[in-house]
């Protein structure tokens, strides 16, 4: 009983990974931050993209998309290129970390595939995103 008591303590403690594969997509953690209106990765978001480096290099048979989402709080146009901008820049963060270039592709959606309420500040907030999906 007290080990089964230690080992539930011990997953409580374990922090949730950075990033994980589940299916046909890579789950982050934590959402990749970039710069306000710009494709600049913020460095905390680093560590989140260095996990999923190891992700690929752990399944080198495995291609991704990389896509970029917006929130839909600007023009269409000025979103679609701004997310396809991001998606862009985390494929080229990964390349630079060794992963091969033929394995990647990068589009931005834009605010075509909201998953939250666009009209309120959370939503929008949340619909801001990056995600890796299987090809």
Known sequence: MVLLALALQA?????????????????LGRPIGFEYDKDVIRRESFAVLDAVVEILN??????????????????EYYGRRL????????????????????????????????LYDPRSPAGRRK?????????
């Open 11 to 27: 997953l409580a403690l374990t922090p949730a990974p950075l990033a994980r594969l589940d299916g046909d997509q890579i789950v």
């Open 83 to 114: 997310s396809d901008d991001r998606a862009r820049s985390v494929m080229y963060f990964l390349v630079s970390k060794g992963i091969d270039v033929a394995r990647l592709e990068a589009r931005g959606y834009g605010s075509s595939k909201p």
């Open 58 to 75: 752990q399944h080198p048979d495995l291609r991704f998309e990389v896509q970029g989402h917006d929130d839909g709080a600007r023009e």
């Open 127 to 135: 619909n801001r995103r990056i995600e890796f999906q299987r090809l």
